[in-house]
């Protein structure tokens, strides 16, 4: 069974930094691309960064532009986000996701990331 398990949330102040990890196991485990999506309170789950293995460079949404950074391991199992100058806006639960064969997304169980002002 493919899936992906994301790591690394907490709680930190306002203008501090955490990265975020996701990882994907299984044994026909392949993905094309992964990234990262967060939801509030009360909020819609929003896209932040994604990463495509078949090239065209990182997207990010325009609120954490300049701020994270979506990176990947070369083995393409693992994805970060180091997130820098966290704001308070930023506190969500992150989910992970990976497109694996077949059209298929497949999510993480999400980490919680809290910022403090």
């Known amino acids: 069974q493919v899936q992906v398990v994301e790591s690394g949330g907490g709680l930190v102040e306002a203008g501090g930094s955490l990265r975020l990890s996701c990882a994907g196991s299984?044994?026909?485990?392949?993905?094309?691309?992964m990234g990262w999506f967060r939801q509030s309170p009360g909020k819609e789950r929003e896209f932040v960064a994604s990463l495509s293995w078949g090239g065209g460079g990182p997207n990010y949404a325009d609120s954490v532009k300049d701020r994270f950074i979506i990176s990947r391991t070369r083995t393409g199992n693992t994805v970060y986000l180091q997130m820098n100058n966290l704001k308070p806006e930023d506190t969500a639960v992150y989910y992970c996701?990976?497109?694996?064969?077949?059209?298929?997304?497949?999510w993480g169980q999400g980490t919680q990331v809290t910022v403090s002002s």
């Open positions: 299984g044994r026909s485990f392949i993905a094309y691309g």
């Open positions: 996701y990976a497109n694996v064969q077949a059209g298929t997304r497949i």
